[in-house]
């Protein structure tokens, strides 16, 4: 019995290793992607973030089609993104939102990093209250490393890279609590959508 138990501990260190090892990989990918190659880093990053749970033969449940998942991220949505635009204090100014943006925002930003970071990340870790603060610190610090790194930011917009910590607890929570990706990735979506119409913080 004994032997199980160390078995089952090694096994599960292996697999945290093995975790941690697949999210370095793609922070620095991404970075160094940023810091060379910024004109294919939003497609190169997405195809990474997307594969990365596949090639470690992870089941990503949560992409099934979901209209409730759609739903519910359109109405947390509604509700914290109202709140946003009510404390920035800033117009939306939807010129600023180009068709291209909602298809580049939807394909190859949201719907990649919630399969990577909900999908992948947080299902292995747990789709707990632990879970869902790891998984957004992990979210937080890899915008800071890309953005501030491998994108050059610096001051207060490298800080503000940290602020996605708290969305992501929103997203996290969302998974953790529908079983499907669809929610997040809807919130994913518009978050960044209303981020850019009213020109950031």
């Not at 491998?150 to 001051?155: K, P, R, S």
């Amino acid at each position: 019995m004994e032997n199980q138990t160390s078995i089952a501990k090694n096994k599960s260190r292996l697999e945290l290793i093995s975790l941690l090892g697949v999210y370095a990989f793609v922070v620095c990918a991404i970075t160094v992607l940023r810091r060379f190659l910024p004109g294919f880093v939003i497609p190169l990053s997405a195809v990474l973030l997307f594969s990365a749970p596949f090639v470690m033969k992870s089941n990503v449940s949560g992409l099934k089609p979901n209209l409730d998942g759609v739903l519910l991220g359109i109405a947390v949505s509604v509700v914290i993104l109202s709140l946003y635009v009510i404390i920035v204090n800033k117009p939306l100014q939807l010129g600023r939102v180009s068709y291209s943006l909602i298809v580049l925002e939807l394909f190859l930003v949201a719907l990649p990093e919630e399969a990577f970071f909900r999908g992948y990340l947080q299902e292995k870790i747990g789709n707990d209250l632990k879970g869902v603060l790891v998984v957004s610190l992990f979210f937080a610090v890899g915008h800071f490393v890309t953005g501030c790194i491998g994108g050059g930011l610096g001051g207060v917009g490298c800080a503000k890279t940290l602020l996605t910590f708290f969305p992501s607890i929103v997203m996290g929570y969302m998974y953790a609590t529908s079983g499907t990706l669809w929610g997040n990735i809807m919130f994913h979506f518009l978050s960044n959508i209303i981020y850019e119409a009213t020109g950031g913080l």
